[in-house]
């Protein structure tokens, strides 16, 4: 538990080809059990945005499986990526990004 991050994505791996909706999965440790997750195309435009719900949080892991459905683009470059908002500054912070392949 030390050494995992606060948000853990088991899946999709990096570089997978993926299609929408796509689909994350994985376990997290986070305030109130929520995160953040987004996905970009390959020049940084934000397809969607969501917020996440894991089945337990603060001070104890949960899972999670979540559905990011966004409008087919060209195929290319994704980067799906999952944070927690700072309580303090509202700042990105425990962010993980994942590089992915989008083929329709």
Not at 34 to 45: N, Y
Not at 66 to 76: K, M, N, Q, S, V
């Amino acid at each position: 538990e030390g050494q995992a991050p606060a948000i853990l994505v088991e899946s999709p791996a990096p570089f997978e080809r993926v299609a929408s909706p796509l689909r994350i999965r994985g376990n997290a440790n986070v305030f109130e059990a929520t995160f953040g997750a987004e996905l970009a195309d390959g020049a940084g435009k934000v397809l969607v945005e969501e917020v996440v719900t894991a089945t337990s949080g603060t001070g104890e892991r949960g899972t999670f499986d979540a559905e990011l459905l966004f409008e087919p683009a060209t195929p290319g470059r994704l980067v799906v990526t999952v944070f927690t908002h700072s309580a303090k500054d509202g700042s990105r912070q425990d962010v993980v990004e994942i590089p992915l392949e989008f083929a329709p």
